[in-house]
């Protein structure tokens, strides 16, 4: 079993940049070897894939609206991962969400899930 809390979202300007966080914790055995994801809701949108980590050896990947702008990490000392967003644009308003366990992009696979953290960007 694992628990996320995310934290760091907010009230930012277009232009900013902003850090989220997500502390986990629980078993060991639920974090190694697993895949740690990013993923965010619009509102009145379905979830969107932003960007996934390998715990084990920290290889990403991002989706298209993550890859130019935004930098998933790990710190495995803390359990801690982390969502780095520059330039921030009006459209990147929504509730974020880290995740653990699933495969790549597929939300649907990821068995832990954060409360969310909503970080809403104003123009």
């Known amino acids: 079993q694992a628990q996320l809390d995310e934290s760091g979202g907010g009230l930012v300007q277009a232009g900013d940049s902003l850090t989220l966080s997500c502390a986990v914790s629980?078993?060991?055995?639920?974090?190694?070897?697993?895949?740690a994801a990013w993923f965010r809701r619009s509102e009145g949108k379905e979830r969107e894939f932003l960007a996934t980590i390998h715990w084990n050896d920290q290889i990403t990947s991002y989706g298209p609206s993550a890859a130019e702008r935004f930098t998933i990490s790990l710190d495995t000392a803390s359990n801690t991962l982390y969502l780095q967003m520059t330039q921030l644009k009006p459209e990147d308003t929504a509730v974020y969400y880290c995740?653990?366990?699933?495969?790549?992009?597929?939300?649907?696979?990821?068995?832990?899930w954060g409360q969310g953290t909503q970080v809403t960007v104003s123009s």
């Open positions: 995740a653990l366990g699933g495969v790549t992009s597929y939300s649907a696979s990821y068995p832990y």
């Open positions: 629980g078993s060991a055995s639920s974090r190694d070897g697993a895949t």
